[in-house]
């Protein structure tokens, strides 16, 4: 299967480098190699393989290779500078393309600056809209909810290997990533930290009620949950507020990249692959498009939300509700109407026998309306 960023790649390789990052076994060496078939002298190169690393250091790799596939090179000191040497003094015509973990996209923020020279690009698991012609929308949406979109649970055989998979995945992130940048009693206490917002997706997150049951400061609590959303195993939706600010003091909402990883039932785990989806949307817009759109939700101080919100240049231009079952428009997309706010609402339903327009609000099948996003 051609991964969604495919494309987008191939067009921006002539003019700039390009970086993909992305969650751990999203499918980022399998896009590199699937690149690598469009052009003629490829050169694919894993800083992680000891004979790799030594071409790279020692810059030994064939002059008349028209494409560089550097693969987890942020785990070579000075990468940044490496890289920008080697993208300055490039022959005419040859492409680089960098790869590499969630922990890339946190050192790329740092240090030696490569502006102006290379274009980001986030590859995120698979959506109903990435699945659209290999399966029908609703398929995609139940299986997404089942299995998460990393394509190798996803495309396991059977429940059990994508269980295994899932296993593994969370025992080598907790032994090796987190292990690699904190110290061994922070593991154990992010382990359960981990645990614990399995079964709060979707609520807004209370940093010293999280402290309370770990017994920890609240403030080491959301350093943890800083370290976790890095890793990409979780992202944070925050609230929506024409003051950036006040948005970030208000408490987020927890969702994981892994809807396979989510602990509650059927309704949570939609909301899960709905917010994935949106985040996906979002990031492709801002990543291929270059618009300045941004992933919220609203919600007042007595209780009425709405589940998710995009906003484009601060103003909101979507409200999205979702519901497994109930085809009643929710009243509190009424209450933000009266409020000023005139973005689109729709109501996205996981299992609704017929769609319709009511008060307002758009109420829809929600693998159909999934598989209308642009990523």
Known sequence: MRRYLHSQILKDLPKKMVMITGPRQVGKTYLAKQIMTEFKKPQYLNA????DRQIILGRRWPLDADLLVFDEIHKIKGWKSYLKGVFDTRPAGQAILVTGSARLETFRRTGESLAGRYFHLRLHPLSVKELAGTMSS??????????????????ADSEEDAARWRAQYYTDIVREDIFDISRLHEVREMRLLLEMLRSRVGSPLSYSALAEDLQIAPNTVKKYVGILESLCLIF???PFHRRIARSILREPKVYFFDSGFVKGDDGRRLENT????????VHYLRDVKGKEVELHYVRTKDGREIDFAIAEDEKLTLLAEIKLNDEAPSPHFAYFKSKGIEARAVQLVGRLRRESRREGTDVSRAADWLASLEA
């Open 274 to 281: 709905c917010a994935q989806a949106l985040l996906k949307h």
């Open 138 to 155: 609703q398929e995609a949406l139940d299986k997404l909810n089942r299995r998460g979109g990393f394509p190798e649970p996803f495309l």
């Open 236 to 238: 944070l939706i925050r």
């Open 48 to 51: 992680d393989a000891a004979d």
